[in-house]
Nanobody, 115 residues
């Protein structure tokens, strides 16, 4: 069983920064891919960024150049550094991984960007 716990969300003004953390219950070296997703009410959950075990990254076009995803294997934690935040980045952010053909999600952390 994998547990993922997000933290770091909050209220920030447009142009500001936040860093989200996703703490895993076990070694994140077990996970080939980890990622961040976000969801607003009434819309589908969308991929924001993901990172492979080897360090390759992928970003949604809407956040490329502003967000940076990373992994810290010593702390079993994944991060999402978010700079230049915009009101349209407001959402609940979830971390995700898959292991043993099972998808695992955290409980989500709210990010609100005021204009």
């Amino acid at each position: 069983q994998v547990q993922l716990v997000e933290s770091g969300g909050g209220l920030v003004q447009a142009g500001g920064s936040l860093r989200l953390s996703c703490q895993a219950s076990g070694s994140i070296s077990s996970f080939e891919i980890m990622g961040w997703y976000r969801q607003v009410p009434g819309k589908q959950r969308e991929m924001v960024a993901d990172i492979t075990r080897g360090g390759s990254t992928d970003y949604a076009s809407s956040v490329k150049g502003r967000f940076t995803i990373s992994r810290d294997y010593a702390k079993n934690t994944m991060y999402l550094q978010m700079n230049g935040l915009k009101p349209e980045d407001t959402a609940v952010y979830y971390c995700h991984t898959a292991w043993g053909r099972v998808d695992y999600w955290g409980q989500g952390t709210q990010v609100t960007v005021s204009s």
